[in-house]
């Protein structure tokens, strides 16, 4: 799970295993810690986002500065982690890639530590 500003500043949560609700609140959780300002997600409608679970926190991470934003249905233009993902899937991750679980895993770990410094979008 990733979470970019428009600075190409990126903060990742790695893990194995399926993303839940209390998986995507665990990582919200230790986001939040991190900033001393006001700060803004903007999320999409995956069902962890808008589970009853993942509401109930809504109120609690205001209260922390923490306020999270969802854009439309369908519109994964808005939600600039998806360009990250795409720019990742089809531009940046070698072929080579492929070839084995473990060379994935290690490919894509390397972007995220270097996303920002040798893998870069330029948000408009």
Known sequence: MGIVNRDCEFNSFVF????????VIDCFDKFYHQFKIP??????????????EFNENM?????RNLTIYRI????PELNIIE???????????PFSAYESYTSLKQEL???LSFFGKTYEIEFS
Not at 40 to 50: G, K
């Open 109 to 111: 770990f390397n972007m």
């Open 59 to 63: 109120e609690i991470w205001k209260e």
């Open 39 to 52: 700060t803004s997600l903007i999320i999409d409608n995956t069902p962890t986002h808008t589970s009853n």
């Open 83 to 93: 360009i990250v993902w795409r720019k990742i899937k089809y531009d940046w991750l």
């Open 72 to 75: 439309p249905s369908y519109s």
């Open 16 to 23: 194995e295993g399926s993303v839940n609700t209390s998986v």
